[in-house]
């Protein structure tokens, strides 16, 4: 059964259309882990436009199960995961143009590149994981950064408007999941899922996560959070 890590950028986003105090995305995440959740997500992005460093910094204080920093391949970055030490980074494609993270990092034109950068966070004792698309290339390519996990990117999957094309699409982070894992890295899978289709996904023998966090948010709105993270986490069971 994969385990379950929720993101709480969207408390954040919440708050900041205020530019207040409240919601607080470090009581979501306390509340998350009291309902289940065997890790919290946070995006500290460049333009801050909803995570913040105090947020950051007070999750690592506070956070009980394991703090994954979603975070660009920057200097700045960089910087900021060695000071603050989340248990887990997971580099991330950014632009501030878009909603949400609209595809997987281009690893394999960056190998040189990110395997240095991954180095740097891994000798700070953080573990290091790739937001990648499912795709045979990114993956090898992957692996020769040294990361390791890789998180596969299922988007695609999550908006196919037919069950023909979500069906194509589960195929390729199965195959993508069964690479990975023969080449001895570990999987996550997130962006996207909800309670209508990660079922399907939570199903894949070799995804030992899955990073879950506008669905969950936005049926906590209407139910709470405890409830929100309790029923996400029943789907992923077996």
Known sequence: MPKLSVNIDHIATIRQARQGTEPDPVAAAVLAELAGADGIIAHLR????????????????????????EMAATEEMQRI????????????????????????????????????????????GITVSLFIDPDENQIAASKKTGADWVEIHTGTYANAKTEKDRHREFIKIAE??????????????????????????????????????HSIISRAALVGMDRAVREMGHLAEP
């Open 46 to 69: 460049e333009d801050r436009r909803h995570v913040q460093d105090r947020d950051l910094r007070l999750l690592r204080e506070t956070v009980q199960t394991k703090l994954n920093m």
């Open 81 to 124: 995961a060695l000071e603050v030490k989340p248990d887990f980074s997971t580099l991330v494609p950014e632009k501030r143009e878009e909603l949400t993270t609209e595809g997987g990092l281009e690893v394999a034109s960056r190998i040189d590149f990110l395997k240095s950068y991954i180095a740097r966070l891994q000798q700070g």
């Open 176 to 213: 993508a999941a069964k690479l990975a894992a023969s080449l001895g890295l570990r999987i996550g899978a997130g962006h996207g899922l909800n309670y209508v289709n990660v079922r399907s996904i939570a199903r894949i023998p070799e995804v030992s996560e899955l990073n879950i966090g």
